[in-house]
């Protein structure tokens, strides 16, 4: 079994940064694509952003392109995603998550997820 846990969430003001990163324990995400998606209040959840094992092919949402980055470390077990230009849009409820899968946008594909951390943007 793989546990996720997800840390770096925050307030912080419009045009702010932060880095939200994720650690796996239990055994190693070896094989997993690791994805960060995100829940604003009264929405559905949506993907954010993936990163697939082996050559690390990162894809965005076209909302976060150009201002999330997300990288992994797999020597540490942990996915980051670094989030520049924040935006108030931007707030919502965090969670990463992990599929053996290549369809890394559709969220019901995920075995494996954190229990998520808030990002609060303020304008």
């Known amino acids: 079994q793989v546990q996720l846990v997800e840390s770096g969430g925050g307030l912080v003001q419009a045009g702010g940064s932060l880095r939200l990163s994720c650690g796996a324990s239990?055994?190693?995400?070896?094989?997993?694509?690791m994805g960060w998606f995100r829940q604003a209040p009264g929405k559905d959840r949506e993907f954010v952003a993936a990163?697939?094992?082996?050559?690390?092919?990162?894809h965005y949402t076209d909302s976060v392109k150009g201002r999330f980055t997300i990288s992994r470390d797999n020597a540490k077990n942990t996915v980051y995603l670094r989030m520049n230009s924040l935006k108030p849009e931007d707030t919502a409820v965090y969670y990463c998550?992990?599929?053996?899968?290549?369809?890394?946008?559709?969220?019901?594909?995920?075995?494996?997820w954190g229990q998520g951390t808030q990002v609060t943007v303020s304008s």
């Open positions: 998550a992990a599929t053996m899968t290549s369809y890394y946008r559709d969220s019901t594909l995920y075995g494996y």
């Open positions: 990163i697939t094992w082996g050559a690390g092919i990162p």
């Open positions: 239990g055994r190693t995400f070896s094989g997993y694509t």
